[in-house]
Nanobody
Framework: QVQLVESGGGLVQAGGSLRLSCAAS????????MGWFRQAPGKEREFVAA????????YYADSVKGRFTISRDNAKNTVYLQMNSLKPEDTAVYYC???????????????WGQGTQVTVSS
């Protein structure tokens, strides 16, 4: 069983940066693929980024490539999402999620955090 708690959201101006953290509890954290998703009001939950347990494979949505960086520290049971050059359209609730097998659809992830709000003002 994996429990996830996100932090680091907030209000930032366009062009600014935020770093989200996701603290995981559970003895098998290192065996999971960790992903970040986001959901804006009235929109479906969408894939942002994912990282495999060995850090050998990293995946990004086209909308965030070159601006966001996902990383993980298995020793700390934590996954990060560094977000740079933020745009108003990045405004959403950001969720951390875990799955045994990589996928870019939210339905494939078994464990979810409660979400953290990111608001980017223009």
């Amino acid at each position: 069983q994996v429990q996830l708690v996100e932090s680091g959201g907030g209000l930032v101006q366009a062009g600014g940066s935020l770093r989200l953290s996701c603290a995981a509890s559970g003895r098998t954290f290192s065996s999971y693929v960790m992903g970040w998703f986001r959901q804006a009001p009235g929109k479906e939950r969408e894939f942002v980024a994912a990282i495999t347990w060995s850090n050998r494979r990293i995946y990004y949505a086209d909308s965030v490539k070159g601006r966001f960086t996902i990383s993980r520290d298995n020793a700390k049971n934590t996954v990060y999402l560094q977000m740079n050059s933020l745009k108003p359209e990045d405004t959403a609730v950001y969720y951390c999620a875990a799955t045994r097998t990589y996928g870019s659809t939210w339905q494939g992830y078994e464990h979810w955090g409660q979400g953290t709000q990111v608001t980017v003002s223009s």
